[in-house]
C-alpha cells in the first residue's frame, strides 16, 4: 500500500509542478499537444487508479495492483505531457519545455535548420534537435515564425532544409519513431514468446507443494484422447493427462471400484465443457507410487515440445523481420520496392 501512496504522490508532483509552470498570459505564442492529451489522461489516470486501491484493500497478490498502477502511470505521463511540453514563442525567440518542466530558451539565430517528416517539424540548433509533433496545436503557425525570423537575421536568405543521417534507419524512414516503437513491440513479444514456451516446456514442474492433497474413492474411469477421466464417489470429475492406454491406466482402472481410497495430488481447473474438474498430477495407494511427480512432469515435457517448437518458431521469424526491416529501412535503394513494400507502408520510405 505505502508503495501506490508513494508512486500516486510523486505523480501527483508532478502535475502540480507542470500546473504551476503553465505559460502565462503575455509571455508569447504557445505551442501545445491537443487537449484530447489531458481528457484521456485525466480519465485514464482515474480509472486505474481506483481498482488500484481496491486490490490493495482487498488483499489481491501484488501483481494485480502492479498492473493497475502500470497503466495509471502512463495515463499521468500524458496528463504531465500535456502541462510541461510546450514551446512559448515570440519574435525574440522561443522557449522549449519538456517532459519533466525543464524548460531552455533559444534566439532565432541560433537555428541550422529545419526539417519536415511524415508526422512531426524538426529545428535543428547545431547538433541539438526539437521535434515538434504535427498534432500539436500552432505548429505550422509556429514554424513559418521560425522561417520569417531566420530569414530576418541571415540577410534574407532561406533557412536549410536539413535531412538527417542519423538513427537506426539513417534518416530513410518517415516516421522513425512510430518504426522504432512497432520494432521495440515486436522484439519484447519475440522474446516473450520464447521465454514462455522454454519456461513452460522445462521449468514449469509439479509438486507437492503447488498441488493440492485429497483423499478420493472413484466409482468409473473411462478414457477421453489420451487422457483418463475418472468420477468420485462424490460426483466430482478428475483428469490425468496423457495416461489412457498405459499400465498406470489399467492399475487405476482396477482401483475405480467405489471402495479403495486413493490419495490424489490435484490442481483445480475449469473448462467451457466440463465446467470445474480437478486435474490430477500424482496418485498414491496404500503408500505405494502408481504415478508419481516425475512422471507426470516427464509426460508434460513430451507433449510440449510442439508448443515449443512453434513458439519458438514464432520468435525466429519475428527476430528475422526485425532484422530484415532495419536492413531494408538502411539502405532502401538496394532494394526494390516490392521488398520494400514488405516491411514499409507507401509513403514512409524517404528515397
Known amino acids: 500500500m505505502k508503495y501506490v501512496v508513494i508512486m500516486t504522490a510523486i505523480f501527483a508532483a508532478g502535475i502540480l509542478n507542470g500546473l504551476l509552470r503553465l505559460p502565462k498570459k503575455g509571455d508569447g505564442k504557445v505551442v501545445r499537444p491537443p487537449i484530447f492529451f489531458l481528457i484521456v489522461g485525466a480519465l485514464g489516470a482515474v480509472g486505474f487508479l481506483v481498482p488500484v486501491f481496491i486490490t490493495v484493500i482487498e488483499g489481491e497478490k501484488s501483481w ?33 519545455g519538456n517532459f519533466f518542466g525543464i524548460k531552455k530558451k533559444y534566439n532565432y539565430a541560433d537555428v541550422t535548420g529545419i526539417e519536415s517528416r511524415r508526422n512531426e517539424e524538426r529545428i535543428y540548433i547545431g547538433e541539438k534537435m526539437i521535434a515538434v509533433d ?57 522474446v516473450g514468446v520464447m521465454i514462455f514456451a522454454v519456461k513452460y516446456t522445462f521449468f514449469t514442474n509439479y509438486t507437492e507443494a503447488n498441488t493440492e492433497s485429497r483423499q478420493v474413492i472413484f466409482e468409473s474411469v473411462s478414457a ?16 490425468i493427462d496423457y495416461i489412457a492406454g498405459s499400465e498406470a491406466f489399467e492399475e487405476i482402472k482396477s482401483m475405480c471400484d467405489g471402495k479403495a481410497v486413493l490419495a490424489v495430488c490435484v490442481r483445480g481447473r475449469t473448462s467451457e465443457e ?33 508448443v515449443m517448437i512453434i513458439s519458438s518458431a514464432i520468435g525466429v521469424l519475428l527476430i528475422a523481420y526485425i532484422a530484415g526491416t532495419i536492413i531494408v529501412g538502411r539502405n532502401p535503394r538496394r532494394f526494390g520496392k516490392k521488398v520494400v513494400a514488405l516491411f514499409f507502408k507507401d509513403g514512409y520510405i524517404r528515397y
Do not use: W
Open 274 to 306: 466440463n465446467g470445474k474438474y480437478y486435474s490430477v498430477k500424482a496418485v498414491f495407494h496404500d503408500g505405494e507410487c502408481i504415478i508419481g511427480f516425475d512422471d507426470t512432469n516427464l509426460l508434460r515435457r513430451e507433449h510440449s515440445k510442439p
Open 224 to 239: 477421453s484422447g489420451d487422457d483418463a477421466v475418472l468420477i468420485s464417489s462424490e460426483g466430482e470429475t478428475y483428469e
Open 134 to 190: 504535427d498534432c500539436f496545436h500552432d505548429v505550422i503557425e509556429f514554424i513559418a515564425c521560425v522561417c520569417q525570423q531566420y530569414k530576418k537575421r541571415h540577410g534574407g536568405r532561406e533557412i536549410p532544409n536539413i535531412r538527417s543521417t542519423k538513427g537506426i534507419f539513417k534518416g530513410n524512414v518517415d516516421d522513425e519513431g512510430g518504426a522504432v516503437a512497432g520494432l521495440v513491440i515486436m522484439a519484447a513479444l519475440a
Open 64 to 96: 494485480v495492483p502492479i498492473g493497475f498502477s502500470v497503466f495509471s502511470a502512463i495515463a499521468v505521463s500524458i496528463v504531465i505531457v500535456y502541462l510541461n511540453c510546450r514551446i512559448v514563442y515570440d519574435d525574440e525567440g522561443f522557449t522549449v
